[in-house]
């Protein structure tokens, strides 16, 4: 399967401390992509980052990659109640002249206020 | 709010009816997507349509009927369902390949489906 896996599959946190996330992927990728997804609402992108890249900051988000060790690792920093969600990482791959996302089993996010 | 609308957001249906789910897009995008997501698992890749043409479909039952009538519209045709067809029914659009750069997904917020 070229599904990843995500750990934890749950954490719940206290409002303020950082969060971390882990995704394994079994093949290689040319990118990596993490998506978050609040409870009965769509999945909205929150970074990607290329396989010749090792780390990528946006906002309170920093996101690792090592190829070597296929995986990559989300990092929510200072994190608040309305960061609780589900969170994704997705590789893609390029079939039938088009490419796909294949997404990890997910972390779901408790922070606590 | 999204940028990719899909309706119905619920839809309840019983395994001998036939029904469409729609999902429309206007950011310009050539790339759109059906998903398929069951409670506590991430979504699964049913369909992708590049420039208004089928190119990937994942070995979907039948039952399922894609049709792309647009670079906008995306529908999907429902028909003979079974219960564990129940599901959340999730619409994506991308724009193709920016100079070999990979453009993320947009997605809506889903139809949820049962089928009784």
């Known amino acids: 399967s070229q599904q990843g896996e995500e750990d934890p599959q749950a954490l719940s946190i206290q409002e303020g401390e950082n969060a971390t996330m882990n995704c394994s992927y079994k093949t290689s990728i040319n990118n990596l992509q993490w998506y978050r997804q609040n409870s009965g609402r769509g999945l909205v992108h929150l970074i990607l980052i290329r396989s010749n890249e090792r780390e990528k900051h946006s906002g309170r988000l920093r996101v690792t990659l090592d190829t070597s060790k296929k995986s990559s690792s989300l990092l929510i920093t200072a994190s608040r109640a309305a960061d609780t969600a589900s969170y994704f990482c997705a590789t893609d791959f390029y079939q039938g002249g088009s490419e796909k996302l294949v997404f990890g089993k997910g972390t779901k996010l408790t922070v606590n206020p | 709010d999204t940028e990719v609308t899909q309706t119905p957001k619920h839809l309840v249906m019983g395994m001998t009816n036939k029904k469409s789910l729609k999902c429309e897009q206007h950011?310009?995008?050539?790339?759109m997507y059906w998903y398929k997501q069951k409670a506590k698992k991430p979504p699964e890749l049913m369909f992708v349509?590049?420039?208004?043409?089928?190119?990937i479909n994942e070995s979907v039952p039948s039952r399922f009927s894609p049709e792309c009538p647009n670079s906008s519209l995306l529908n999907l045709h429902l028909h003979a369902l079974q219960p564990e067809d129940s599901a959340l029914y999730l619409c994506?659009?991308?724009?193709?390949?920016?100079?070999?750069?990979?453009?993320?997904?947009?997605f809506g917020d889903g139809t949820r489906l049962s089928i009784l």
């Open positions: 950011m310009g995008h050539r790339a």
């Open positions: 349509y590049s420039y208004e043409k089928l190119s």
């Open positions: 994506a659009s991308s724009q193709e390949r920016s100079g070999g750069s990979r453009q993320p997904q947009h």
